[in-house]
Nanobody
Framework: VQLVESGGALVQPGGSLRLSCVAS????????MRWHRQAPGKERELVAT????????NYANSVKGRFTISRDNAKNTVHLLKSSLKPEDTAVYYC?????????WGQGTQVTVSA
């Protein structure tokens, strides 16, 4: 199983960014996908989840209305579109999934929100 994130960058407050995660090694379309983040000195937190078909999503209160999770099952890819970014969104962002093979994490991608 492999999860590979991309799209992290330095962005100004109020800006937008789209993260992507490409999955391999399991039947992607069968599983819930998640995005987490970990800011310096803080615990890893769950940001967003999406069900296997993409019809149901859920968000942390801190990002609700600003972030959108989506998936393309044909491309084994999950995205996180982030808008109205704030300095407190600065973190390493991880995609993750729990499958029949276990709990899986990507290596993370750094997002820094700063002027």
């Amino acid at each position: 199983v492999q999860l590979v994130e991309s799209g992290g960058a330095l962005v100004q407050p109020g800006g937008s960014l789209r993260l992507s995660c490409v999955a391999s090694g399991f039947t992607f379309r069968n599983y819930v996908m998640r995005w987490h983040r970990q800011a310096p000195g803080k615990e890893r937190e769950l940001v967003a989840t999406i069900n296997s078909s993409g019809s149901l999503t859920n968000y942390a209160n801190s990002v609700k209305g600003r972030f959108t999770i989506s998936r393309d099952n044909a491309k084994n890819t999950v995205h996180l579109l982030k808008s109205s970014l704030k300095p407190e969104d600065t973190a390493v962002y991880y995609c993750a999934s729990t499958t029949s093979l276990g709990n899986h994490w990507g290596q993370g991608t750094q997002v820094t929100v700063s002027a």
